[in-house]
């Protein structure tokens, strides 16, 4: 396991895409019960190197309704998103994942988990890989349908504020889906 670690968090792979330079942000143990994917750090988790330490993450907490030492106690929660470094900004915000990391990583890091209970599949970029076919026809409908993916996966939209619009688009995700989500990081973590 350490190993492993220490080969990410050396991780150069995509070193010549990058202007902001490697810094993978990865967090896992072996007994991680909830694991959560999204897509990759943005600027400010670059900055830090702590994953989510942004508004988004705050919303997900909120969301799974846990604290931040619950969040960041890697025997509890695994934060392995689709690309471990900042992949830089785009005319319209921050660049999708860079697509080398979950294909050289994401492997080794599930041979090394035993106890994963759920796993959180947060945005396009992290359902279009785990669900593949099985996604629906766009995000709204693959959350709608969040049921048909359990127990392994659990779908959902990314937490950003920018998605606000989203939320007020669609109230089930906070009538639905969100009770539901507590509920389960709850039976989880216990």
């Not at 896992?28 to 508004?55: C, E, L, N, Y």
């Not at 999708?96 to 599930?110: S, T, Y």
């Not at 209970?117 to 593949?132: E, F, R, S, V």
Request: a positive charge; charged letters at 25%.
């Amino acid at each position: 396991m350490k190993k492993l670690l220490k080969d990410i968090r050396s991780c150069t792979v995509c070193a010549e895409f990058l202007e902001a330079g490697c810094r993978p942000v990865v967090s896992f143990h072996p007994s991680s019960k909830i694991m959560v994917i999204g897509q990759a750090p943005g600027r400010r988790v670059h900055q830090s190197g702590i994953p989510w330490d942004d508004k988004s993450g705050e919303n997900l907490r909120a969301w799974m309704d846990i604290d931040s030492d619950t969040f960041y106690d890697a025997s509890k929660i695994a934060i392995v998103p689709m690309g471990f470094c900042y992949p830089g900004t785009g005319k319209s915000g921050d660049l999708a994942p860079r697509k080398e990391c979950a294909p050289l990583w994401h492997g080794p890091i599930w041979e090394k988990l035993e106890d994963v209970k759920l796993t959180l599949l947060i945005g396009k970029y992290a359902q279009d890989y785990y669900l593949k076919k099985q996604k629906q026809k766009n995000l709204t409908q693959t959350v709608q349908r969040f049921q048909s993916y359990l127990p392994q996966f659990l779908p959902l939209p990314h937490p950003s504020p920018r998605n606000n619009i989203w939320m007020k688009k669609n109230p089930w995700f906070k009538e639905e889906v969100l009770p539901f989500l507590k509920e389960e990081v709850r039976r989880c973590l216990d």
